[in-house]
T-cell receptor, first 111, second 113 residues
Framework: NAGVTQTPKFQVLKTGQSMTLQCAQD?????MSWYRQDPGMGLRLIHY???????DQGEVPNGYNVSRSTTEDFPLRLLSAAPSQTSVYFC??????????FGSGTRLTVV | DAKTTQPPSMDCAEGRAANLPCNHS???????VYWYRQIHSQGPQYIIH???NNETNEMASLIITEDRKSSTLILPHATLRDTAVYYC??????????????FGAGTRLAVHP
């Protein structure tokens, strides 16, 4: 099915560990974004990309890295996980001028 | 992007119309009004967007005032499955290198039997 696929769905990390959250879309969308959502809060933009090879920071970029080597994939890397990064992470994509399609989320707990 | 103001919560009886307001008094001429909703920790779902004319699709209707400073999302026959947080977002249709979607707090709609 067409859409945005996020893996894993759940993850528990220890403080200081690193990991990569995967995001892939098969709609040939140029624009992709990563958001985090803390309990009871709205979504906050972490990083976004307007095309392969182009990324930029959002509202809360500290502690996260991204790259965009292909149109389809937009991985989010946590270099040294901290408890403050416990959250639900959503990836989204859109073509020019249309509504964003969101993935189902990755629920990350850092202990 | 223009800032939006929404009520934090609303209630609606099942089968009745749900009218969700949004104020965006600083909206610019090239900015569209987008509506998304998030059902219980799922990823947000696009509902509808519009510039100045009223819009309707299979999910909802969007009414934008003539001065474009406010809008209303209408769910014509709300069901229990429409219980969600609804986000009103104002942004250009295509803003080149700044194609960001910034979420506010939204309106928590509770549909009850």
């Amino acid at each position: 099915n067409a859409g945005v696929t996020q893996t894993p769905k759940f993850q528990v990390l220890k403080t200081g560990q690193s990991m990569t959250l995967q995001c892939a879309q098969d709609m040939n969308h140029e624009y992709m974004s990563w958001y985090r959502q803390d309990p009871g809060m709205g979504l906050r933009l972490i990083h976004y990309s307007v095309g392969a090879g182009i990324t930029d920071q959002g509202e809360v970029p500290n502690g996260y890295n991204v790259s965009r080597s292909t149109t389809e994939d937009f991985p989010l890397r946590l270099l040294s996980a901290a408890p403050s990064q416990t959250s639900v992470y959503f990836c989204a994509s859109t073509g020019q001028g249309y509504g964003y399609t969101f993935g189902s989320g990755t629920r990350l707990t850092v202990v | 992007d223009a800032k939006t103001t929404q009520p934090p919560s609303m209630d609606c009886a099942e089968g009745r119309a749900a009218n969700l307001p949004c104020n965006h008094s600083t909206i610019s001429g090239n900015e569209y009004v987008y509506w998304y909703r998030q059902i219980h920790s799922q990823g947000p779902q696009y509902i509808i967007h519009g510039l100045k004319n009223n819009e309707t699709n299979e999910m909802a209707s969007l009414i934008i005032t003539e001065d474009r400073k406010s809008s209303t999302l209408i769910l014509p026959h709300a069901t229990l499955r429409d219980t969600a947080v609804y986000y009103c977002i104002v942004r250009p249709l295509f803003s080149g290198g700044y194609n960001k979607l910034i979420f506010g707090a939204g309106t928590r709609l509770a549909v009850h039997p």
